[in-house]
C-alpha cells in the first residue's frame, strides 16, 4: 500500500508541476505576442519644424490639458496628469514627447510620442492591538483598525491611435506658421515734383507781299 501511494504522490506532483510549467509558458507568450512592430504611425508624426519648434508646441498642448511638466527642452517633453474614474480606482498617465531631426537634408522633426498608465486600488490593512503584559508577554485585544494604502495594480503603455492623432493635431495647433511675413519695405521720400519746362518755339517768318504803287 505504502510504495503505491508514494507513486500516486509523485505523479500527482508531476501533473502540477507540467501544469503550472504551462500556465508560465502560456503567460509568456500572451505577454510578448502582441508585440508585432508592425506600425510606424501611432506613436510618430512628422512636422516641418525644428526640433525646438516641436517640443515646444508639445509642452504647450500638454499644458492646454492639465498636465503638470516634469521635464522640458529642445528634445524632451514628459508630463503627468491624474485621474480618477471610479472611488477607489486612482490612474495616473505619464506622457513622454521626443524630437529628433530627419535624416538628410530634410527640415522636418519627427515626434514620438507614448503614454504610460498606471492603474491604483485602494488596499485595506487591518491592524490588531496589542498590549504587553510583564509576566506573559504580548496579550492581542480584539480592537482592530484598518488603514487605506494606494497601490499599483497595473502598468500599461497605451497604444489607441485615437488617442495619439488628438494630440498630434493639438501639437499642429501651437506650432509658428510655416510662411512668414516680409517685412514691409521702408518707405522712401517722395522727390517733389519738377516743374515743366518751357521749349521756346521757333520763331517763324512770314514773307513780305509787295508794295503796290
Not at 124 to 133: F, H
Not at 154 to 172: C, Q, V
Amino acid at each position: 500500500m505504502r510504495p503505491s501511494s508514494s507513486l500516486e504522490t509523485a505523479a500527482a506532483l508531476l501533473v502540477a508541476v507540467l501544469v503550472s510549467g504551462c500556465g508560465v509558458t502560456e503567460r509568456q507568450r500572451l505577454t510578448y505576442e502582441p508585440e508585432e512592430f508592425d506600425s510606424t504611425t501611432t506613436h510618430t508624426r512628422s512636422y516641418t519644424a525644428s526640433e525646438a519648434q516641436t517640443c515646444e508646441a508639445a509642452r504647450r498642448a500638454l499644458l492646454s490639458q492639465g498636465y503638470m511638466i516634469a521635464a522640458a527642452n529642445q528634445e524632451l517633453v514628459t508630463g503627468r496628469k491624474s485621474f480618477q474614474p471610479a472611488t477607489e480606482v486612482h490612474v495616473e498617465v505619464e506622457f513622454r514627447v521626443v524630437c529628433a531631426r530627419e535624416g538628410g537634408k530634410s527640415r522636418s522633426t519627427i515626434a514620438f510620442a507614448s503614454a504610460l498608465q498606471d492603474r491604483y486600488g485602494v488596499k485595506k490593512v487591518n491592524n490588531s492591538a496589542s498590549v504587553g503584559v510583564g509576566a506573559i508577554g504580548s496579550l492581542s485585544l480584539p480592537f482592530s483598525s484598518s488603514d487605506d494604502a494606494m497601490v499599483k495594480v497595473a502598468s500599461e503603455t497605451l497604444t489607441d491611435d485615437r488617442f495619439y492623432d488628438r494630440f498630434f493635431s493639438l501639437i499642429e495647433r501651437y506650432l509658428p506658421e510655416s510662411i512668414e511675413q516680409a517685412p514691409p519695405a521702408e518707405a522712401r521720400p517722395v522727390a517733389p515734383a519738377r516743374p515743366p519746362v518751357e521749349v521756346p518755339l521757333p520763331l517763324q517768318t512770314v514773307p513780305l507781299s509787295p508794295s503796290r504803287g
